[in-house]
């Protein structure tokens, strides 16, 4: 059974740091691309970051890029987001998920999990 459980999520003050983790069970995680993905109070869903299954690339919104680095440790079936600099604009529900091959393409695979909540506030 595909899963992904997101964790780290937490209050952080702005200009803080926060490193969230992403397990993945169920599939092999070296062969995918995956992401991280977050949702605002009152917007829709956008991709933070997607590395590639090999961790060769890694791509990032505009938002978030300089401040925020992902990375992937395939042997413990995880991977990472470190944010740095936190603004109060980064706050929300992150997820993580996967993509249907090795590249950051196309839409997420898996069904969404409870995500994990950061909040920015001092």
């Known amino acids: 059974q595909l899963q992904l459980v997101e964790s780290g999520g937490g209050l952080v003050q702005p200009g803080g740091s926060l490193r969230l983790s992403c397990v993945a069970s169920?599939?092999?995680?070296?062969?995918?691309?995956v992401g991280w993905f977050r949702q605002a109070p009152g917007k829709e869903r956008e991709e933070v970051s997607c590395?590639?299954?090999?961790?060769?690339?890694?791509n990032y919104a505009d938002s978030v890029k300089g401040r925020f680095t992902m990375s992937r440790d395939n042997t413990k079936n995880a991977f990472y987001l470190r944010m740095t600099n936190v603004e109060p604009e980064d706050a929300g529900v992150y997820y993580c998920n996967r993509f249907g091959g090795s590249d950051c393409i196309g839409d997420p695979f898996a069904s969404w999990g409870q995500g994990t909540e950061v909040t920015v506030s001092s």
């Open positions: 590395i590639t299954s090999s961790g060769g690339r890694t």
């Open positions: 169920g599939f092999p995680l070296d062969a995918y691309a």
